[in-house]
């Protein structure tokens, strides 16, 4: 009786199993995204100061941009802010994305956009770090800022 019961319970377990539909999964569609390298170089800052990531970040509105702007890129590297505060972008039709690579003990590395996609109304980026030929030794980190348009 107990082995009957076992095969009923396997049988239907692959029964159930073997009915599952391909139609019940989701596919998420990734849309390459064309973009525009608007500015690249390095933050340099003691590596007790180093508290940007290795990320990246999409702003959809200068208050954003601003708000991180005023924080993180102010306090870490004032020069860099000024040459920031000259960038001149229109929110209205395009988003802003900085990447940024880890800190690191020899400058000055590059970043290399390898994919920028959407999917499901976000924006991914991925991205690889290629170092200098001239190294030296100095604390930095790359970043890159991009232009990307609003859908």
């Not at 107990?2 to 029964?15: A, D, G, P």
Request: charged share 25%; aromatic share 12%; net charge negative.
């Amino acid at each position: 009786m107990k082995l009957r019961n076992i095969f009923s319970v396997l049988f239907l377990s692959i029964f159930i199993y073997s009915c599952g539909n391909d139609d019940d999964q989701i596919t998420l569609e990734e849309t390459e995204v064309s973009y525009e390298i608007i500015q690249e170089g390095n933050f340099s800052a003691s590596i007790d100061e180093a508290d940007l990531e290795d990320s990246y970040l999409v702003f959809k509105s200068e208050e954003e941009w601003i708000r991180y702007h005023n924080g993180p890129i102010l306090r870490l590297n004032p020069e860099q802010a000024e040459k920031f505060d000259q960038l001149s972008f229109d929110f209205n039709n395009n988003n802003l994305i900085i990447v940024t690579s880890a800190y690191s003990d020899s400058c000055c590395e590059s970043i290399k956009i390898t994919n920028v996609y959407e999917n499901e109304g976000r924006i991914y980026v991925t991205w690889k770090v290629e170092e200098s030929d001239n190294s030296q030794e100095i604390v930095s980190q790359s970043y890159i800022l991009l232009k990307v348009e609003k859908r």
